[in-house]
C-alpha cells in the first residue's frame, strides 16, 4: 500500500524558516518524480514545485509565488521528500500537501504523460505574527 | 485567478448526471493531458480521473472525463449522496508548471 506522511507544520512568524518532511512507502521513491501541493484556508490547490528522480536528473521546478524561497529536497536513502520554506509570507498560510507523480508513455506524442497519483495527509502551516 | 476555469459550483439530484466543465488554453489543455481530483470535506486530494479519461482502478464507472482542444468536461452519472465534494482539474501548462481550476464545489440536493 502506498503511504506518503508529512510532518513538520505548525506556526512561524513572517520572515522565518520552516521545513516540512513526506516519507514514502509501498513504492520505490528513487524512481518517483515528487512535488508539493498548497490549499490556502477556504481556496483552490496551487502548485508549489516539483522535484525529479536521480536519474531523471534530480532538478527542480517552482511556481513563481515560492521561487527563491522554498526548495525542494530528497533523500532517497530516506524514502523522504522536503520543503524548505525560508522568508515566509502571511500568503503562505495554507496546507501542504506531497504528492507521486504517475506516468505512463504517450505513444501517440511521443512524450510521457504525467499525474498526481497519491497525496500525503496535509500539513498546515500558519504564517502570523 | 486559477489558470483554468471551472465554474464554482454544480449541483443534482441522487441519480442524475452532472457535468463539470474546465477551459484552459494552448499552452496547458490545448497540448497536454488532463486530470481530475475529487477532494471530499477535510481530507486530502484523490486522483479521480487521468490522461483525459482514464479512470484509475477502484474509481466507480459513474465518473467519465473527455478533453477537445482547450477545454475539457468531468461527467458524473448516477448521482449518489457521497459525490458531495470539490472537484479540481489539473495540466501541466508549457511554462513549466502545473496548473488547477478554482474548484467545483458539487452539491447534491
Known amino acids: 500500500e502506498v503511504q506518503l506522511v508529512q510532518s513538520g507544520g505548525g506556526l512561524v512568524k513572517p520572515g522565518g524558516s520552516l521545513r516540512l518532511s513526506c516519507a514514502a512507502s509501498g513504492f520505490t521513491f528513487s524512481n518517483a518524480w515528487m512535488s508539493w501541493v498548497r490549499q490556502a484556508p477556504g481556496k483552490g490547490l496551487e502548485w508549489v514545485g516539483r522535484?525529479?528522480?536521480?536519474?531523471?536528473?534530480?532538478?527542480?521546478d517552482y511556481a513563481a509565488p515560492v521561487k527563491g524561497r522554498f526548495t525542494i529536497s530528497r533523500d532517497d536513502s530516506k524514502n523522504t521528500l522536503y520543503l524548505q520554506m525560508n522568508s515566509l509570507k502571511t500568503e503562505d498560510t495554507a496546507v501542504y500537501y506531497c504528492t507521486s507523480q504517475g506516468s505512463y508513455y504517450d505513444f501517440w506524442s511521443g512524450q510521457y504523460r504525467y499525474y498526481f497519483d497519491f497525496w500525503g495527509q496535509g500539513t498546515l502551516v500558519t504564517v502570523s505574527s | 485567478q486559477s489558470v483554468l476555469t471551472q465554474p464554482p459550483s454544480a449541483s443534482g439530484t441522487p441519480g442524475q448526471r452532472v457535468t463539470i466543465s474546465c477551459s484552459g488554453s494552448s499552452s496547458n489543455i490545448g497540448s497536454n493531458i488532463v486530470n481530475w481530483y475529487q477532494q471530499l470535506p477535510g481530507t486530502a486530494p484523490k486522483l479521480l480521473i487521468y490522461s483525459n479519461n482514464q479512470r484509475p482502478s477502484g474509481v466507480p464507472d459513474r465518473f467519465s472525463g473527455s478533453k477537445s482542444g482547450t477545454s475539457a468536461s468531468l461527467a458524473i452519472s448516477g448521482l449518489q449522496s457521497e459525490d458531495e465534494a470539490d472537484y479540481y482539474c489539473a495540466a501541466w501548462d508549457d511554462s513549466l508548471n502545473w496548473v488547477f481550476g478554482g474548484g467545483t464545489k458539487l452539491t447534491v440536493l
Open positions: 522535484i525529479k528522480s536521480k536519474t531523471d536528473g534530480g532538478t527542480t
